[in-house]
């Protein structure tokens, strides 16, 4: 199981693009890169998953080098809503392992 | 969008009653989790559930603790005789590829 490392919070303000970093110096050949994000009182959300290159949704891009033992999580043009807490998570089969949450990088935005 | 989701949203107990906390997975989602977050600290796993049956579970799924699907849409965790420190948010989880949560019970035990 490869340990994720990110930054314990960050601040923003809006419209600005934020980008997290996720360090996973052991990750493994077959593990993937699993972002979800976590309101206050709420589950956690999926974000992105990715194996290496780029990878980008509606919502966010996900960065991953080739020696693949880090990732950066960009969010374009961030709002006040995507004020929350972001976890880095590295995975083989995500869909049937139990996860493991770290603190994740609590991310305030400012007007 | 199909989507996880939980009943009740808020339940209050008295220590040493039991609760049932339900869920309600995505349909065609064949694996089950149950995960816990303590006011403050970190999301924690409980168990997970395939075919019918327990796949993996953590130190703090105890015998306290049990999970059923009574039927084919429901997934339940009971927690018997409560305890003030059971008191947090429950989310159940379902996947097939990736895990989606649900919005959680909040669970306080007086």
């Known amino acids: 199981l490869a340990k994720t490392t990110q930054p314990i919070s960050m601040d923003s303000y809006e419209g600005q693009e934020v980008n997290i970093t996720c360090s996973h110096n052991?990750?493994?050949?077959?593990?993937?890169i699993t972002w979800y994000q976590q309101f206050p009182s709420q589950g956690p959300r999926f974000i992105i998953q990715g194996y290496k290159t780029k990878v980008t949704n509606e919502v966010a891009s996900l960065f991953i080098p080739a020696d693949r033992k880090s990732s950066t999580l960009s969010l374009p043009r961030v709002s006040l809503s995507d004020t929350a807490v972001y976890y880095c998570?590295?995975?083989?089969?995500?869909?049937?392992?139990?996860?493991?949450f770290g603190s994740g990088t609590r991310l305030q935005v400012q007007p | 969008e199909p989507e996880v989701t939980q009943t009740p949203s808020h339940q209050v107990t008295q220590m040493g009653q039991e609760v049932i906390l339900r869920c309600v997975p995505i349909?065609?989602?064949?694996?089950f989790y149950w995960y816990r977050q303590i006011l403050g600290q970190k999301v924690e796993f409980l168990v997970s559930?395939?075919?019918?049956?327990?796949?993996?579970k953590s130190e703090i799924f105890d015998d306290q603790f049990s999970v059923e699907r009574p039927d084919g849409s429901n997934f339940t965790l009971k927690i018997r005789s409560t305890k003030l420190e059971d008191s947090a948010m429950y989310f159940c989880?379902?996947?097939?590829?990736?895990?989606?949560f649900g919005p959680g019970t909040r669970l306080l035990v007086l």
């Open positions: 052991n990750i493994a050949t077959n593990d993937y």
């Open positions: 998570l590295s995975y083989m089969d995500t869909g049937r392992r139990a996860l493991t």
């Open positions: 349909s065609n989602h064949l694996y």
């Open positions: 559930f395939y075919n019918n049956e327990i796949s993996e």
């Open positions: 989880a379902s996947s097939s590829e990736t895990q989606y």
